[in-house]
Every structure is written in structure tokens, then in C-alpha cells.
């Protein structure tokens, strides 16, 4: 404040030091803003120039009271740090537990510097008790350390439940996966965060900018929305970068706060901000008495992947799950599930690049023509793992088995997604730029893949499948015969299918690319011009073979001309060529052997290829054969079972051909 003169400060990010702050900016008379500091002391009814641009712990009281009296819990025991960010809660939420006769039997406080030895211990005292509904605020930090503990302590088992705050749902998304593991089954409470387009693309520049696999959070989309709300304030307060502050001691030292002074701009710009309203990532943006508005919450279940939700079905947490679950064989020895109401199966979509399906030789493009020389032609399954490239799945789903299983790629190459924007980053980067040289996934997602990118990909290779999405009951539950029938007369309606389909997969009327996006009339698969190339290579090498063949006919048995007359010649010898085509070649494979059977005396020197002179006949064989003039050239000898010239009139009857 006083060596920058800046007129605002966003920040800090815990409580504990936002007061100090708070304090500096209510004496320069310049607002500080925190997306984060969630305490209920840090009110800025006490601090004039404190705004707190996201909600205090006080707003999830009523989510948390509504949570536990649907439940029937009668003791709860809350674990929280100790500090003023764990305290706060606290008070608030023992007033409201109050008012449905809800106890807490015991309060375990944890400080964020305790060791694991030392949670340890409070989570054997803990485990010794009688209540096991647990109540967890914490940060992050100290959060992730002690459910690692309660999983490894055989806490998370069936009897015990869990629930934590938003200040540790909301940073759910960063944490490691071996945290993730250990808070399965957990129940949270955060604010509801609405599902838009510009979350979409926030989430996607994010993963472009940065190469951690840390996510976007509710966290993060409020510091965005602070940014902003701040920008559109200096703006439209027309705050100029000159403008001074009052009151300025002459002192040097960096850290006498006598010498801050006060800021000019400092209380137009408070008021400017207070006022200022839009639709942000982390909802509607709008103050009240200095705090965003308060907005929805959702309870949720961190339950991981499919398979783990599934599974609370057995263990009598849930009742149902229902959803794009797709039946799996390993599935159903632990739930029932109901006839599909959709067809299903994995397969696999590729990156083309613009005008690549016109392209007639792009049959050739999955090898390279090293491969094609060497091994003809391989399934490109084979081609991607033994090339080490990287390949994409639907993050949580059972694909990720399936590629390990059954197609025998390595772990190591699999990179998990969300998004229909996550894939096309990922296949528009390619395996050796940070992306993937191919996605794995459910048909219903390629479809809605397809129809948002439309020509840019394709969905190529084997389906692998599955019986489709149904919705899990327990087994036995007599709701899956009424589930099943129900499903029933939705499916096998065509007009409502068609309607389903056409509503959720042709939505939209041109991709990004500006193509066709239409499921129903665009095929990702290769049309007959993109084998044009194929047809081109067959129809030269059949059309050479038959010239060559042609050309080796015409010089074997091309009349002579001292046998054909003058006249006419062309159409003579024209005549007698069609003449030995239509005959039988004895020296051919099919025809030595049998004659070599028949007659093994039959001189070698016969020409492999030639057929028989017209003039010179074997005698062995006029003897053998019946001859009629006027029939045909190719008699059958009934006696020896073979194909023979025929035999007689040997000459040609120029007088009659004329």
C-alpha cells in the first residue's frame, strides 16, 4: 500500500490472516477482497473495507442440519482443526443441532501442525466410543492426512459414517488419489456449482495452461470471478494508475503502517464493487452487505468410480443407483440390474485431419509404410501398444479394465478424461505432443462426441460388447420387474426413441467446425471413396494380368499363315483363336496330372502352356476317342475321364467359313 499504492488487494486465503489484513485495509481505506476465507468472525459488517467474495462456513449450517435430521442421527461427534476457520462452524452448527435434539457427545480438536502419531491416538479414542456418525472441517492439508489414517484405523467400514464441509468438499478435485481412495463412501455438503459453457471452457484452457494434473475447484472458479468483478470495478469507477494517496508520512521503513497514508480512490471503488453483478463460473456474482449471496448446496457421495457407487448398494447405503451404469458381468453378483434401456459398447475414436475421409488413400494411413512393407496388414490395436502410444479413456469407468485385460495396454500409457472438450484437446495434440493417439469409450459418449466435432474424427475399429446401461437395485429387489417393464414400453416405442435420440445425440445443427452434427445422417465410418486407392491398385494389377495373358495367347496360338488363306485373314485367324480359347489345355496343372495318371508314357516335352498342334494328332488317342464332324472341339472320353481336342476332321473348312 505504501511503496505500490495499489488500490485493492485480493487475498489472503485463510482466515487467521485475513483480520491483520482487513485491519491495514479499513486504516488506508483500500477494499480487500478474499475468495476463500470462509470464517463467520471475518464479517465485514466489523471490517468496512473486507469484502468477502464467496460464502461464509454460517451458509452450510441449515445444508448440514437438513443432511443429519433426514438421516435420524441423534449423536454426532465433529472433528475440526483448531483455529478460528475450525471454530466458527462450530458454535453455529451446535445452535442448529439444538433445534432437531441432535448431541455431540464429544468435540475432537486436532491442530494443523498435530503429527500423524498424534491423530492417531484421538482416532483410537474416537474408535473406542459408541457413536460413529463423525463430523469432519478442516482445510485440505490436515484433512487429507487424517482420512488416510481412519481408512488404515478400519474406520470407513460398514457402521461408521462420515461427513464433511465444503471447505473440504470443494478442494476434493486436487487431492491425490490415494486420498481419494481412503474417502470413499464420505458424504459431502458444497455449494452448488451450475454446469455452463463457460465452465467448460475455463476447465479446458486450464488443462491447456497447465501441466499439473490439478484441476480447476470452486476455489479456483471464485478467484476468477473476484478477478473480473474487480477489472469491471476499476473500470467503470474510471480509476486512473496515477492516482495518489492522502496523508503521507515521510518516513522510508517499508513496515511503519503510519506512513501508509490513505487511498483517493479507496472508498469510490468499495462502492463500485458492492454494486457490481454478473453470471460468473461459480454462479451469480452479487454482493450482500459486503458477502456474495448465498446460493444452493448438493450432497454428495465420494464414491469414486462405478463400480465403488455400486457397491453401496450391498452395503445398504444406497437404494438404487440410477444413471448411464453400464451392466457388467463382475457387477451383478453384488446388485441386480434392470433390462437396457440403451445399447452400449466400447469402441475407439481416432483424429483425421480436414478433407481426410475424401482422401482415397487413407486406408493406408493407420501404418506407416515401413509397417506395410514389413508386415502386411495388423490390427492397429497391436500397432498402438507396441508403439508405446498414448491412448485415452473415460475417467472412473470400467474402459480403463478393459484396455489392461483385455487388450493388454500398459497402465502407464492410459490418460484419463471427462469432457468432450478434454478428448479433442487430447486427439488434437497427438501422443508425442501431451495427448493421445487414440479414445476408447461407450458408444452413447462417441456419439455425443461426434455430434459436437462432427468431421474431425472418427469412431474406427472392433466393437467390444456390452448389455448396455441399466439402473442397479439390490439383489432380489422386487423393483426391477417394474423397472424392466416400464423401460419396456419407452424402448420399444419407435416414436419415442426417435425422439430421445434426435433430442440428446442431434442437437445440435453444425459442430464447432462447422460440419453437419446430425447422429442420424452422419457415419463416421469410411465410405467407398476412401478405398478408391484400394480399387485403383486392383483394377491395374487385374488389367495388366490380363494383358500379359492376352499378349502370351496371341503369340502361342496365332495361326499361321501358311494355313490361312489370303482372304479374310484377320477375321479367320480372329475365328480360330476364339477357337483354341474355348478349348481345353491338357498341359495345364489339373490336366498333367491326370494324364500322367492315365498315361504315364506321355513325353515330357510336351510345352508346359501350349496347347496341342491342330495338324498333328496322337494316334494312341484317335483310337481312344469318338469324333463326329460338326461337334464340338472338346470331346469327353467316358472310359478315361478326361478332357481331349476333339479328333476326326482336323482341318479347317475355309469354303464353308466363307
Not at 469510490?268 to 450482500?288: D, Q
Request: aromatic residues 12%; glycine residues 6%; proline residues 4%.
Amino acid at each position: 500500500m505504501k511503496n505500490e499504492k495499489v488500490h485493492a488487494i485480493i487475498g489472503p486465503q485463510r482466515s487467521a490472516q485475513v483480520k491483520f489484513v482487513a485491519n491495514l485495509g479499513e486504516k488506508a481505506q483500500v477494499p480487500i477482497l478474499s475468495f476463500s476465507a470462509t470464517s463467520p468472525f471475518l464479517s465485514p459488517n466489523h471490517n468496512p473495507f473486507f469484502i468477502q467474495t464467496t460464502q461464509d462456513d454460517s451458509g452450510q449450517v441449515k445444508a448440514i442440519t437438513a443432511l443429519v435430521h433426514a438421516y435420524g442421527w441423534q449423536e454426532i461427534i465433529p472433528i475440526y482443526e483448531d483455529t478460528n476457520y475450525g471454530n466458527g462452524l462450530i458454535l453455529y452448527l451446535k445452535d442448529a443441532f439444538q433445534e432437531i435434539d441432535v448431541r455431540f457427545p464429544y468435540r475432537s480438536l486436532i491442530h494443523p501442525s498435530s503429527k500423524d502419531s498424534d491423530i492417531l491416538k484421538e482416532l483410537k479414542k474416537l474408535k473406542a466410543m459408541q457413536s460413529r456418525i463423525f463430523l469432519v472441517h478442516m482445510t485440505a492439508s490436515l484433512g487429507s492426512k487424517l482420512f488416510v489414517l481412519v481408512k488404515n484405523l478400519g474406520m470407513m467400514r460398514e457402521g461408521y459414517a462420515w461427513i464433511i464441509t465444503q471447505g473440504l468438499s470443494s478442494l476434493l478435485d486436487p487431492i491425490d488419489s490415494k486420498i481419494m481412495d481412503s474417502m470413499q463412501g464420505v458424504l459431502g455438503i458444497r455449494p452448488y456449482l451450475p454446469i455452463s459453457k463457460n465452465v467448460e471452457d475455463f476447465e479446458r484452457r486450464w488443462t491447456k495452461s497447465f501441466t499439473s494434473s490439478r484441476k480447476a475447484n470452486l476455489f479456483g472458479f471464485r478467484a476468477y470471478d473476484t478477478i473480473w468483478a474487480l477489472a469491471m470495478a476499476v473500470e467503470k469507477a474510471n480509476i486512473k494508475q496515477n492516482s495518489s494517496f492522502l496523508k503521507q508520512n515521510a518516513s522510508e521503513s517499508k513496515v511503519d503502517l503510519a506512513a501508509i497514508g490513505v487511498s483517493e480512490m479507496g472508498p469510490r471503488l468499495l462502492n463500485t464493487i458492492r454494486s457490481t453483478e454478473f453470471k460468473g463460473l461459480g454462479g451469480y456474482f452479487r454482493l450482500v452487505k459486503g458477502q456474495l449471496e448465498a446460493s444452493a448446496f448438493e450432497i454428495f457421495n465420494s464414491a469414486g468410480t462405478y463400480d465403488e457407487l455400486l457397491y453401496q448398494i450391498k452395503l445398504k447405503k444406497f437404494d438404487a443407483v440410477i444413471g448411464d451404469t453400464t451392466i457388467v458381468a463382475n457387477r451383478s453378483s453384488y446388485v441386480d440390474f434392470t433390462l437396457p434401456y440403451s445399447e452400449s459398447g466400447v469402441s475407439m475414436v481416432v483424429s483425421m485431419k480436414d478433407n481426410e475421409k475424401k482422401n482415397m488413400w487413407i486406408f493406408l494411413k493407420p501404418l506407416s509404410w515401413d509397417l506395410w512393407l514389413a508386415i502386411g496388414a495388423v490390427s492397429i490395436f497391436i500397432v498402438i501398444n507396441k508403439n508405446g502410444y498414448f491412448v485415452g479413456y473415460h475417467e472412473d469407468s470400467f474402459v480403463r479394465e478393459l484396455l489392461i485385460k483385455q487388450l493388454n495396454i500398459n497402465e502407464s500409457k492410459l490418460k484419463p478424461y471427462r469432457t468432450p472438450e478434454e478428448y479433442h484437446e487430447a486427439l488434437s495434440k497427438g501422443s508425442h505432443d501431451g495427448g493421445v493417439a487414440a479414445i476408447f469409450d461407450e458408444i452413447p459418449y462417441i456419439r455425443l462426441f461426434l455430434s459436437k466435432y462432427g468431421s474431425r474424427y472418427a469412431m474406427v475399429g472392433p466393437i467390444y460388447k456390452t448389455d448396455g446401461f441399466g439402473f442397479a437395485f439390490p439383489l432380489k429387489s422386487p423393483l426391477v420387474s417394474y423397472i424392466s417393464r416400464a423401460i419396456l414400453n419407452v424402448t420399444q416405442d419407435k416414436d419415442k426413441m426417435t425422439t430421445i435420440m434426435r433430442k440428446y445425440f442431434a442437437s445440435q445443427t453444425t459442430c464447432v467446425d462447422g460440419s453437419s452434427a446430425e447422429i442420424s445422417s452422419y457415419s463416421p465410418s469410411l465410405g467407398v471413396y476412401s478405398f478408391g486407392g484400394l480399387f485403383i491398385i486392383v483394377g491395374v494389377a487385374s488389367m495388366c494380368s490380363l494383358l500379359i495373358y492376352v499378349a502370351k495367347f496371341l503369340h502361342f496360338h496365332w495361326p499361321a499363315s501358311n494355313i490361312i488363306p489370303t482372304e479374310g485373314s484377320f477375321w479367320l485367324r480372329f475365328i480360330e483363336l476364339v477357337k483354341h480359347f474355348d478349348q481345353k489345355d491338357l498341359c495345364s496343372c489339373p490336366f498333367r496330372r491326370n494324364e500322367s495318371k492315365l498315361n504315364p508314357t506321355i513325353s515330357s516335352s510336351e510345352g508346359f502352356g501350349a496347347s496341342p498342334s491342330i495338324e498333328s494328332i496322337d494316334d494312341e488317342e484317335k483310337d481312344s476317342r469318338t469324333s463326329s464332324e460338326g461337334a464340338d472341339n472338346v470331346a469327353i472320353d467316358e472310359n478315361e475321364g478326361v478332357f481331349s481336342p476333339r479328333h476326326g476332321d482336323t482341318s479347317i473348312d475355309v469354303a464353308s467359313l466363307l
